[in-house]
């Protein structure tokens, strides 16, 4: 196998690389109408049909021969096996990212609160768990028991009673790994069932598969259309786009180091992004003959060649500061500060999903078991959003308790405002309510 790599150089300083950084950062879903109407007409059948559905689907796109539902469901006998069948070193490995991935979304778990006015008016709000969460899970060859822990551990902290997960089993093949992760994590049903009708499945039931009230995990292009198109009906996570990486780095560190860093997110598939900044550019150099010299070497070497040269880059920025600047700018899923002192370089990052710090940290590490999550945003949306935790998985109600007199102060007020929106109603509703003199003495 022959593996050649080209990946492309820019300079901030080029008048015209603003437009290059735009065009390098472009990516748009690959969904198109063809396969949007399968999905439509997959949904379809699982609201109308259910469970046979289910099966019909499983047989034609899983190659599963399955009798029926029963032959689709995992218990948690079933989960407690995988846990015998893994080595002992994959089972502690399991268990040591379980147990960090918890103690970190414990941090996150919110508390209901209440305030009380002098009046007597208390305000607050409760928090409170989802009933039920679905979690999708790639299956086949491309498995992730990290994916499983990451997703289900969060939302068993969050006080969730009941975790449904779908996982595809192609052709049969089972991984040990995932299940033996989902029991790690607590995973309460597991249905062998995957692709755009398990999403259907998870958003409005079956006679076997429960309505869930958010889905989560990630899939291909047919579960993230389906998710898009049962948003409303359930939650979602989020639409994923392709998996990147964004190093910067002040030219100290070991360029074979942030070549493989680069690699481990160019590996994911040719659509991955992996880019590095520095202002040093004979380090840029000794990075691209690491890549050459290491790229032969890995065993998914063609994927990473067509990421690196398709929507990878190394740039060249004027100093520091500006590389706080492009950064900000990418708001990658994932961003190494691979300096000196990343502490002091922190309080610039406005965007990013989740932030290695230091030449020491290397993404894979919160791949698996630092703890944070890394269900985490893509394709410049950490502009906007967060990583998946604890939070999500928790509703936030307003708790409203008027006494007398503040509901009589509060009339006036309520009464004013929706008499200007002419909603006579509203203000009739407030004024009801507003004490009269002869009855407040």
Known sequence: MTVSTAIARLNAADPDFARHLDHLLSWESVSDDAVNQRVLDIIKAVRERGDAALV?????????EAKGIDDLILGRERLELALTRITPTQREALEIAASRVRSYHERQKQDSWQYTEADGTVLGQKVTPLDRAGLYVPGGKASYPSSVLMNAIPAKVAGVSEVVMVVPTPRGEVNELVLAAACIAGVDRVFTIGGAQAVAALAYGTESVPQVDKIVGPGNIYVATAKRHVFGQVGIDMIAGPSEILVVCDGQTDPDWIAMDLFSQAEHDEDAQAILVSPDAAFLDRVAASIAKLLPTMERAEIIEKSINGRGALIQVRDMQQAMDV???IAPEHLELSVADPQAWLPQIRHAGAIFMGRHTSEALGDYCAGPNHVLPTSGTARFSSPLGVYDF?????????????????????SVLARGESLTAHARSAEYRILTESKGN
């Not at 019909?56 to 599963?64: L, N, S």
């Not at 509703?395 to 102060?409: L, M, N, T, V």
């Open 56 to 64: 019909e689907f499983t047989q034609r796109f899983d190659g599963v």
């Open 327 to 329: 950064a900000n700018r």
């Open 394 to 414: 928790q509703k936030r109600s307003s708790i409203i308790f008027c006494s007398e007199q503040a509901a009589s102060e509060l009339g006036h007020t309520a």
